[in-house]
């Protein structure tokens, strides 16, 4: 599975878009982009996943390269309830079971 | 709706006593079901998965065991904690064999003295 890289910290103004970039330069074509986030003392929340198009949901938009080297999530309007470390996972689809997550990137929404 | 719950919420174990953390889900039928670890400070470590019932695979080698005895339960257990078994334990499901969507529970915070 490819690495990803992540900056180890960014801060976001409330209300404001919050765009935490992802650097996957070795992901193969079988392999999918997930984000997850994890509040201080909770598991872990699945935000959005994507292959190749960009995808959008009711948290997140997901902007993928089109060389698929490199990828954006984006929270549209940042709360202080977007506080939380950012994971960026490049997962093959034949190897379900077993995620990867490192270090992340820790989010601060301040007021 | 899925549902999915551990407990206990929070441990204090002497080191060399058992343990044993469950985790079940609701409203799914053969989930996939995982252990995560998570050291303070640390990133999160996959120990156990299973895929169905009595079928575990260990991912890393350690004094920690799993069962699941029935669909939508799955134990960690040890005969013998270790003070450095300390940390966050996240249960998480999963359904089919093309997905990585994970979803995790509450988590246990266990803290071996």
């Known amino acids: 599975d490819a690495k990803t890289t992540q900056p180890t910290s960014m801060d976001c103004a409330e209300g404001r878009a919050a765009n935490l970039p992802c650097n996957h330069s070795t992901i193969s074509g079988n392999e999918y982009v997930y984000w997850y986030r994890q509040i201080h003392s909770q598991g872990p929340q699945y935000i959005i996943h994507?292959?190749?198009n960009n995808e959008t949901n009711e948290m997140a938009s997901l902007i993928i390269t089109e060389d698929r080297k490199s990828s954006t999530l984006i929270l549209p309007h940042a709360t202080l309830r977007d506080t939380a470390v950012y994971y960026c996972?490049?997962?093959?689809?034949?190897?379900?079971?077993?995620?990867?997550f490192g270090a992340g990137t820790q989010v601060v929404v301040t007021p | 709706s899925q549902t999915i719950h551990q407990w206990p919420a929070t441990l204090v174990q002497p080191v060399g006593s058992p343990l044993s953390l469950e985790c079940t889900v609701e409203?799914?039928?053969?989930?996939?079901l995982y252990w995560y670890r998570q050291a303070a400070g640390r990133g999160l470590q996959l120990l156990f998965y299973?895929?169905?019932?009595?079928?575990i695979s260990s991912e890393v080698p350690q004094n920690l065991s799993a069962s699941r005895p029935q669909d939508r339960q799955f134990i960690l257990s040890s005969k013998k904690l270790l003070l450095s078994d300390s940390g966050f334990y996240l249960c998480?499901?999963?359904?089919?064999?093309?997905?990585?969507?994970?979803?995790f529970g509450p988590g246990t915070r266990l803290l071996v003295l």
């Open positions: 409203g799914t039928s053969n989930p996939n």
């Open positions: 998480a499901w999963s359904v089919g064999r093309q997905t990585e969507t994970q979803y």
């Open positions: 299973s895929v169905g019932i009595g079928q």
């Open positions: 996972i490049a997962q093959r689809t034949d190897s379900w079971g077993k995620l990867q």
């Open positions: 994507g292959l190749k």
